[in-house]
């Protein structure tokens, strides 16, 4: 089994679409999309996911079905009702004297170092961030959604693999977001969420590919071939967004801190 998990183009979040920038990025997808044997194709319900598979769909004369579980990851922390995460997140917006909802995800390194729990396959449950947060209930809400949708296509979660009921090579696309798609690799690759949030960049239109193993009959463990893939936009010339990443060197202030 191929699955190929293609983030949306840059994004406008206020108006839950893309900007002229993340068209052309879309575009671009949408011309490289022959080659990439996409298969049955499935969508996020947000703007932006939406809008960055149209391209493609249309070029391919294909349509997506549209799964409320591949929206973004949507856990957030309260800082107002838990301030003293403010050391992992003390970057975070306030308004009318009251902190803005943040992502769970977007810790700083430096609460990381005092907190490996955090990165840890297991004790990540249990770090205090996500016990002040519903990040597990929501990650094992996705994740059971996720394990079905395999279980569907032969693959079933067994122990840290998945047994093999039904051989395939087909393709499956997921039209996503970056937070969801890391959700998805941490399962298969049985690692805590915020390390692979922490670790990986995924760039706007960026397509991730991963595929089964099945080295002993009836075992399957899914392994990366590309990760945040942007051959795309490189033929085409186009830069890749800066979106979900942070600034390269401190004293650069240009870029996001």
């Not at 932006?48 to 856990?75: C, H, I, M, N, V």
């Not at 039904?166 to 393709?171: F, L, M, N, Q, R």
């Not at 004293?251 to 996001?256: I, K, L, P």
Request: glycine fraction near 6%; charged fraction near 25%.
């Amino acid at each position: 089994m191929r699955m190929l998990f293609i983030r949306h183009g840059d994004p406008d979040y206020v108006h839950d679409t893309l900007t002229e920038k993340g068209r052309r990025e879309a575009a671009l997808l949408a011309e490289y999309a022959p080659k990439l044997n996409v298969g049955e194709c499935y969508v996020s319900p947000l703007g932006r996911a939406q809008d960055t598979a149209s391209y493609s769909l249309k070029k391919l004369g294909k349509t997506a079905q549209t799964l409320g579980w591949l929206r973004e990851f949507p856990a957030v922390v309260n800082l107002n009702e838990t301030p003293h995460l403010l050391e992992a997140y003390p970057t975070a917006d306030m308004v009318d004297g009251k902190y803005k909802e943040r992502i769970v995800w977007d810790v700083m390194p430096s609460y990381l170092m005092e907190h490996g729990e955090c990165l840890d396959p297991v004790r990540w449950r249990e770090s205090d961030i996500c016990r002040h947060t519903n990040t597990v209930e929501l990650y094992d809400q996705t994740i059971e959604k996720f394990d079905q949708f395999l279980a569907e296509h032969g693959y079933v979660r067994d122990g840290i693999a998945y047994r093999v009921e039904k051989e395939s090579t087909a393709t499956t696309t997921f039209f996503c977001h970056f937070g969801i798609t890391c959700v998805f690799l941490s399962r298969l690759w049985n690692i805590s969420p915020f390390a692979v949030w922490q670790s990986v960049a995924l760039a706007p239109t960026s397509v991730t590919e991963v595929v089964t193993e099945e080295r002993q009959q009836g075992i399957a463990y899914f392994r990366g071939l590309r990760i945040g893939d942007i051959s795309h936009l490189s033929a085409g010339n186009e830069p890749a967004s800066f979106s979900a990443r942070f600034c390269e060197t401190y004293s650069n202030m240009e870029q996001r801190h």
